[in-house]
């Protein structure tokens, strides 16, 4: 059995109200970084963490105190969330402080692969952080497809009669 925490972006998920549902499914299917794991073991997710929000000097330490909450009852890998891996300018000092003080679990980039990286890099950030689109979007817009970038928006309004 492999005994998997996710560690998951706190302005997505809290902010935005993301329930890891693509990267529970990647993990129930085994699919993205998931793949990784023989499907002869079974995976058991031991929780879900949240960073401290960005940017502040004590978030390592934090982060720390959240890793060590599921470490004591023994994490085999911890998965940083997709949107972690894509976005946070803080991810290299967080992997490198849970790996200095627990070197015993994996440390894995990844969840999900996600269906347009360039789309969730360019519109995805500045919407769903500052929006600009006049209905409020959610994290579930971008897995259903129904994303609207306010790129798109703004070529709607100027192309009206």
């Known amino acids: ?8 972006c706190s302005n997505y998920t809290q902010g935005n109200n993301c329930g890891t549902l693509v990267c529970l499914g990647a993990m129930r299917k085994r699919r993205g970084f998931f793949e990784r794991y023989q499907n002869d073991n079974k995976l058991n997710l031991i ?3 949240n960073c401290s929000r960005c ?8 982060i720390l105190k959240r890793v060590k909450a599921l470490a004591q009852v023994r994490l085999d890998a911890l998965h940083f969330s997709y949107c972690m891996t894509a ?12 790996a200095k003080a627990d070197p015993d679990f994996e440390i894995v980039s990844g969840t999900h692969i996600p269906r347009d990286k360039k789309q969730f890099k360019s519109g995805v950030i500045r ?20 994303f609207k970038s306010a790129k798109i928006f ?7 009669p």
Not at 154 to 160: P, Q
């Open 55 to 62: 940017p502040t000097l004590a978030a390592p330490e934090k």
């Open 1 to 8: 059995m492999v005994r998997i925490g996710l560690l998951t």
């Open 47 to 49: 929780g879900i963490i």
């Open 87 to 98: 976005l946070c300018s803080f991810l290299k000092i967080y992997q490198a402080v849970i």
């Open 127 to 146: 919407e769903l952080l500052c929006p600009t689109v006049t209905e409020h979007q959610k994290m579930n817009n971008i897995i259903r497809g129904t």
């Open 154 to 160: 703004k070529t709607r309004l100027t192309n009206v």
